[in-house]
């Protein structure tokens, strides 16, 4: 299958250094890249996330983006290294790999930078809107199948308050993440009420707050300029 990012998508890029500024940390990985370990990878992309940007989206890694990083050619005027197509060579070969990262932002064949953050478990990278999406992912553990999740429940989650109730890690990072986000937490908090007015600021949320203070955040990734 040809692809479908033609030479002349990427002519009008201009020809500049690439930079690394969005990754959240330096990669370290062993060699060979065949043995890494899926969240190694997702960090690998993290770091070289603006190398295998497709340029038709922006802000996004495809897999048509891929195979041309692991076909040595240029997205944006700058051929990529030898570790970015063997990257993204074997990104390729996990095909189950892609469709893993491809979750926060809603199966849509682009891996964004919250979805890398949330393979991580970099949580204090994630958009406000990726953020509330895996609260009501956790909504169950946080709240043990109530209607309501609670503060209380929430710190709990968050290792704030002693719990008899083991959490996943995502649930836990989840929850602290949360718990400093304090404007977001006060909007899920209130959340919407009877005819879309606003809810009560009881302490509390439901899963309707939660869809609602997600489709009203930001969208915007947190990873450091």
């Known amino acids: 299958m040809s692809l479908s990012i033609s030479p002349s998508v990427n002519s009008h890029l201009p020809v500049s250094p690439l930079t690394q500024q969005a990754a959240p940390t330096t990669a370290i990985w062993r060699e060979p890249i065949s043995q890494l370990q899926?969240?190694?990878?997702?960090?690998?992309?993290?770091?070289?996330?603006?190398?295998?940007?497709?340029?038709?989206?922006?802000?996004?890694?495809?897999?048509?983006?891929?195979?041309?990083?692991?076909?040595?050619?240029?997205?944006?005027?700058?051929?990529?290294?030898?570790?970015?197509?063997?990257?993204?060579?074997?990104?390729?070969?996990?095909?189950?790999?892609?469709?893993?990262?491809?979750?926060?932002?809603?199966?849509?064949?682009?891996?964004?930078?919250?979805?890398?953050?949330?393979?991580?478990?970099?949580?204090?990278?994630?958009?406000?809107?990726?953020?509330?999406?895996?609260?009501?992912?956790?909504?169950?553990?946080?709240?043990?199948?109530?209607?309501?999740?609670?503060?209380?429940?929430?710190?709990?989650?968050?290792?704030?308050l002693p719990s008899t109730q083991k959490f996943s890690p995502q649930a836990r990072g989840v929850a602290q993440e949360l718990l400093k986000r304090i404007e977001l937490l006060d909007r899920l908090d209130i959340g919407v009420g009877f005819l879309g007015f606003a809810g009560k600021q009881d302490q509390r949320f439901d899963l309707r707050n939660v869809e609602y203070t997600r489709t009203h955040s930001s969208p915007q990734s947190r990873y450091p300029d």
């Open 38 to 160: 899926p969240r190694e990878l997702a960090q690998a992309l993290q770091t070289y996330f603006d190398a295998m940007i497709d340029p038709r989206f922006g802000e996004t890694i495809t897999k048509e983006s891929l195979q041309r990083v692991a076909d040595g050619l240029p997205l944006n005027g700058v051929p990529p290294t030898q570790t970015q197509i063997e990257i993204a060579q074997e990104v390729l070969k996990r095909k189950d790999l892609f469709q893993q990262l491809d979750f926060t932002s809603g199966k849509d064949g682009k891996v964004s930078r919250d979805d890398l953050a949330t393979e991580t478990g970099d949580f204090q990278y994630l958009s406000d809107r990726a953020l509330i999406t895996l609260v009501g992912k956790n909504f169950n553990e946080y709240g043990g199948g109530d209607t309501y999740v609670n503060f209380t429940e929430l710190r709990e989650a968050a290792g704030e």
